[in-house]
């Protein structure tokens, strides 16, 4: 059996910086993990997607068959979060309306992130006429509020769910627009995508070389925030019977339907309420916690303090 020579082991093992690279990740998660209790809001998060994919499975009961003769019953063994004034349920409606808010609200940040990256991306490195365009009509959106645009849009589209992904991208847009612009002026401005300029290198090649992967991160962020206010501005609208129709569970609607029970019922309402405040509670405590992660100097600090 041959024995590796010196220079052999020294090639075969890892290289030194690979080494430091992965101890001070390693370090990084424990200390997140360990000193930051925002990030334990991600499995709060995990556990209701994973109650969205397996509503089906996980609801005892039908969440839209009416049930006359357990109508407004309390919490019990056999209902959990009590009934409602139609004897549904209430944990299998929150079960399901968990779906519903949740891919609304991610259809909603794909569309309004995907369009508004694309339309400041475009801005930024064309300039001219376009930046002027797309900028004027990025700051006529940002002239409303958010919610009043939203709710705007939807009475005129008419209330249904296609309609109210619409209208919450719509108004999403104009945030990533000026994120995206903001960073793609920045990076343009560097060497080496005036070097990848001059030399000759293609419009697109540039912006998926250079561009994009640098302004992925802040707009990861943006996202992650973003999560929460959709699902209370979908929440909001479907109280107001502008969103998710009935009889499709939805927690807004599950709330507007609870009002006029709050006072003999409330276990109506508390079901849902408490959902979305728990989820609105976890989305930004973990959105921050991705913030500081993902911003330099608040990990150089963290790395000072290993």
């Not at 499975?57 to 109508?71: A, D, G, K, Q, R």
């Not at 365009?133 to 705007?152: G, N, R, Y």
């Not at 129709?245 to 609607?253: D, F, I, R």
């Amino acid at each position: 059996m041959s024995v590796p020579t010196s220079l052999e082991s020294e090639t075969q093992a890892d290289p030194p910086g690979k080494r430091e690279k992965a101890s001070s990740g390693f370090k990084q998660l424990l200390y997140a993990l360990r000193k930051d209790p925002r990030w334990w809001c991600g499995l709060i998060l995990l556990l209701f997607i994973l109650i969205a994919i397996f509503a089906p499975i996980l609801s005892p009961y039908s969440p839209t068959i009416y049930n006359p003769t357990h109508t407004a019953q309390g919490p019990s063994g056999a209902h959990l979060l009590g009934t409602d004034e139609l004897g549904r349920d209430q944990l299998s409606r929150i079960f399901y309306g968990t779906r519903i808010s949740l891919s609304v609200a991610a259809i909603t940040i794909l569309l309004g992130g995907v369009c508004g990256t694309i339309l400041g991306v475009l801005a930024a490195y064309n300039k001219g006429w376009v930046d002027q365009v797309i900028t004027m009509l990025v700051d006529a959106l940002l002239a409303f509020p958010s919610l009043v645009l939203a709710l705007a849009l939807v009475t005129a589209l008419g209330p249904s769910m296609i309609n109210l992904v619409i209208a919450l991208a719509v108004v999403r847009i104009p945030i990533y627009a000026r994120i995206a612009r903001g960073q793609t002026l920045q990076i343009a401005a560097q060497d080496y995508v005036t070097a990848a300029r001059v030399s000759g290198t293609r419009t697109w090649k540039i912006l998926a070389r250079h561009i994009i992967p640098n302004i992925f991160s802040p707009l990861l962020v943006q996202a992650t925030l973003s999560i929460s206010f959709a699902i209370l501005d979908e929440s909001v609208l479907s109280f107001l019977g502008l969103g998710v129709q009935p009889p499709t569970p939805e927690w807004g609607a599950m709330v507007s339907e609870a009002q006029p029970f709050l006072r003999t019922d409330p276990w109506m309402m508390l079901g849902p309420a408490l959902t979305i405040v728990i989820v609105l509670i976890s989305l930004n405590l973990f959105g921050d916690a991705i913030r500081d992660h993902l911003d330099p100097r608040t990990s150089t600090r963290r790395l000072e303090r290993l």
